[in-house]
């Protein structure tokens, strides 16, 4: 594609198209867009602001030259041109040795990304906001005096969304070769579709302003190619999210603002420039405020009130220093102490298939482990554990209890929590494995259902009222009188009735519970018993959740004996009147 070919194409369109008299251009022509920077300048054009709760640029301006009528000169010439194809009329980053800074992430090749060339080049010569709009390679023309629509002279692009400036860290990425991100893991489409799809990549190879924009023409507003306000076409285009078309964020939701959130797409929360969360484009800064701003807070947008359930007494420590922590690609078994809303859920694949199916669609797609060779295990059907484990297990360390109180001490303790639910311990609720017994001590409803439970059956992930973030009261200290609700959390699912009753296969619970204002967590482990840890735990010694809390039983003396349905314990010994050890049951 040598200059001679662009010459002919050039001239042959000049010449057809757009004579100094304009009238017999077609109306997708760059006359009628803000490109036609001549003296017939269209008046103001109405362009389409996808997301309109971050506050843009809406001072749209609109430049025109004093006296210049042609209309392609101030882009192309075709005398004197620079050796830019196609017959580029300005000087570019190259004339000038402007170094941009790049789109940089965890996830991007940033490697492979180089300093804008091709199409790209020549947009910026004017809207990185360097070079002035008024120079022309080879000759002086009439529009030295180019002035904006009130009159005041315009030198560069003014200010504001249309200047992207240098900095290029929050802008979609642009020159690089589409193929070289093609992979299992790249949710990228084939090449072979994009111009079936509507989008071009230059030469066949190259992601550039001109995949998106074209110059030419405005159909749709922001010179695109693609009607991007119903729903992201331009973006899935090219991008292929695993599970987007089954997501809520692509529906919409149930909500009165479906038909909004649905047409607004990806740009819910990407924004593909000036975005202010540069890393991944996002709308908004800290991550979690994309997802609050207009939805999750208890409006029309969203009526689920997570906001509000972040502020409650206990939560996820979200916010405060930790924001950024976070890296799409981290490796959960080595991440620092944090936590953000992408860790349990993945934006592009959430949607509201039951939680208790056991399936929670809430969760669908999460990043649970980083396999080797770097692919990712995700969240499927019943994963949720999986979830709660890339923390709360293996790496919990750097996550013991610094924002709550410390849970009690224990005979044998543990803070890995897939030690605790593992199924080769003596006891533990039915999480990780099918529940053991018939579901006697079970509310009638749960008898026969209640075969698997949930971390989030006891533990509100976002935010609760107690402790642990425990959303339902659970004594663990001494009180003054016996009530049920002391034991809320626990009798959501074991009967009261049965539990505190003789026929219980621990007959002693009220004597205990009522009489004495024992916790329940003096005696059982809400989560299990790891037989992985310090002492050895056996279904003689710590079956039915039995580790006592240690700091209300003297650990080196306590013992428990589930066949001879016994045990031996301090707090025995210090009753008044005292106790004899063993008590049996
Ligand atoms: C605001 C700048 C601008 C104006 C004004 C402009 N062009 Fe272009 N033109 C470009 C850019 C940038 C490219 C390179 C596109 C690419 O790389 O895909 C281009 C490419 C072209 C090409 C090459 C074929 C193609 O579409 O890629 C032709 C022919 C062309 N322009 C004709 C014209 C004509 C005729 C006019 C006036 C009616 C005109 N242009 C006005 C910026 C402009
Ligand atoms: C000769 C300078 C020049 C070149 C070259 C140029 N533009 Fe523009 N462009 C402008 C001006 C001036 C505006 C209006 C700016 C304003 O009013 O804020 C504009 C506006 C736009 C807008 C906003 C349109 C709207 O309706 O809000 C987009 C999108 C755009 N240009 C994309 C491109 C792309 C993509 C390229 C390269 C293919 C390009 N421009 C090349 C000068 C240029
Ligand atoms: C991946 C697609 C994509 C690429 C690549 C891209 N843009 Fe855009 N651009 C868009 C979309 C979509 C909009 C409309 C944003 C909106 O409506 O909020 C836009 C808007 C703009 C605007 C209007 C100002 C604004 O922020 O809304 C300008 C100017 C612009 N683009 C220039 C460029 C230039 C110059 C390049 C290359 C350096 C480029 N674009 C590359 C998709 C792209
Ligand atoms: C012409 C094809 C194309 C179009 C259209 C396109 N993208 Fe991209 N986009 C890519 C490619 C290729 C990459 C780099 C691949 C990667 O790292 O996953 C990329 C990267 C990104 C990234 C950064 C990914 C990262 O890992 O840091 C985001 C965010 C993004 N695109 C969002 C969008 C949005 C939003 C739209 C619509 C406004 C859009 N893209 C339109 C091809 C496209
Ligand atoms: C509800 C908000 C939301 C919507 C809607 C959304 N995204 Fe994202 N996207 C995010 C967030 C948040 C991240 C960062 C994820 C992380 O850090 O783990 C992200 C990351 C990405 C990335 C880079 C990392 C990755 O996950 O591959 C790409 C590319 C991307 N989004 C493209 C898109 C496209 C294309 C659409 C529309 C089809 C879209 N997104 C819709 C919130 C959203
Ligand atoms: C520690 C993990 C975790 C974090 C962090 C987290 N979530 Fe959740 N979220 C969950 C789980 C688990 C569910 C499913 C609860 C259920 O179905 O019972 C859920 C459910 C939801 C739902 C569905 C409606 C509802 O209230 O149950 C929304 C919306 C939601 N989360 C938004 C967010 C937002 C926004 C953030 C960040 C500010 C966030 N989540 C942070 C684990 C988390
Ligand atoms: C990305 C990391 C991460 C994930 C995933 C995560 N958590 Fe957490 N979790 C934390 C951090 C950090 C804390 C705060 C610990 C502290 O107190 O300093 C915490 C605290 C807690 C606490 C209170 C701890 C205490 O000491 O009382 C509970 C309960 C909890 N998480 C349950 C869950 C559940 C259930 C899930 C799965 C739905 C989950 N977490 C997923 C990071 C995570
Ligand atoms: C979400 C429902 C649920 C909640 C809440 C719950 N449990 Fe359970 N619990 C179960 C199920 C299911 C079983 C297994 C029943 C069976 O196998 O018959 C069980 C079994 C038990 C067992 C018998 C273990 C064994 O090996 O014999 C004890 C003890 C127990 N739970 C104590 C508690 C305590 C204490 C609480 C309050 C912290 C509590 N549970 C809260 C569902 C629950
Ligand atoms: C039957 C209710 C129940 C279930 C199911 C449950 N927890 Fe807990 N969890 C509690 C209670 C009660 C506490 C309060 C501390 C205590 O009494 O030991 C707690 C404490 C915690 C703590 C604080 C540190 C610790 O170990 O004491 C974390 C973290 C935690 N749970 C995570 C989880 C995770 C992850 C899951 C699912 C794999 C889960 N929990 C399932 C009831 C439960
Ligand atoms: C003094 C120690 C102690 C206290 C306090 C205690 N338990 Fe127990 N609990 C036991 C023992 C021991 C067993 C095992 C009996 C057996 O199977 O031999 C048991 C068994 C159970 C069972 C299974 C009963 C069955 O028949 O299947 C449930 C459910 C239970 N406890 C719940 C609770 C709840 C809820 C609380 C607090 C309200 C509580 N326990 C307080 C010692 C205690």
Known sequence: MGNDFWSRAFLFLVALACGAGASACAADSVLYTRHNLSVNAPARIQTKRVWTDVPRDTDIRSAGANAEERVCVFCHTPHHASTVTPLWSRETADDRGTLYDLY?????????????????????????????????????????????????????????????????????????AYADFLGPMSELNDPAQLLQRGVRLEAGFYVQCTSCHDPHKDPYGNFLVLDNSAGSPLCTACH??????????????????????????????????????????????????????????????????????????????????????????????????????????????????????????????????????????????????????????????????????????????????????????????????DRAGTG??????????????????????????????????????DYVTYASANYALCFRCHEETYVLSASSRFPRHAQHVINGRVPCSFCHDPHGVSKFSGTIATTTNHAHLINFDASKVDKVTASYD?????????????HVPPIANPQTY
Request: net charge negative; with cysteine.
């Open 104 to 176: 940089q992430s965890d996830t991007v090749q940033a490697g492979k990304l180089q300093q804008p060339f091709g199409g790209s080049k020549l947009c910026l010569s004017c809207h990185d906001g360097t070079i002035a709009m008024n120079t022309h390679i080879g000759e002086a023309l009439p529009f030295t005096n180019l002035q904006d629509k009130g009159g005041a002279a315009v030198t560069t692009v003014p200010a504001g969304d249309t200047n992207l400036g240098t900095d290029l860290r929050n802008d979609h990425p642009i020159s690089f």
């Open 240 to 433: 292929n999210k695993t599970g987007w078309t089954a997501s809520s964020h692509q529906s919409g939701g149930p909500g009165p603002k479906a038909l909004e959130i649905a047409a607004n797409g990806c740009e819910n929360c990407h924004r593909p420039h000036s975005a202010p969360g540069a890393a991944y484009l996002l709308q908004y800064k800290n991550e979690e405020d994309n997802c609050f701003s207009k939805c999750h807070n208890g409006g029309s947008y969203s009526s689920d009130n997570v906001k509000a359930r972040f502020g409650k007494p206990y939560t996820h420590p979200m916010g405060g220093s930790l924001p950024g922590t976070h890296q799409t690609n981290e490796d959960p078994a080595t991440a620092p102490y944090h936590v953000e809303c992408v860790d349990c859920h993945n934006s592009h694949q959430v949607n509201s298939t039951s939680p208790s199916a056991p399936y929670n669609g809430r969760l669908q797609g999460v990043k649970v482990a980083k396999l080797p060779g770097g692919n990712f295990e995700y969240a499927v059907k019943g994963d949720e554990f999986k979830v709660c484990y890339k923390c709360h297990a293996a790496n919990h360390s750097t996550f013991k209890s610094i924002t709550e109180p410390l849970p009690p001490p224990r005979q044998i303790d543990e803070l890995d929590e897939s030690l605790r639910f593992n199924r080769d311990n003596p006891s533990v609720h039915p999480v990780m494995v």
């Open 440 to 477: 006697s001590s079970l509310k009638s409803i749960f008898q026969s259902t209640m075969v698997r439970i949930f971390c989030t059956d006891c533990h509100d992930s976002h935010g609760a009222d107690f402790s642990h973030l425990l959303p339902y009261r659970y004594e663990q200290n």
């Open 562 to 574: 589930a066949g001879m349905r016994s045990c031996s314990v301090s707090c025995h010994t210090a």
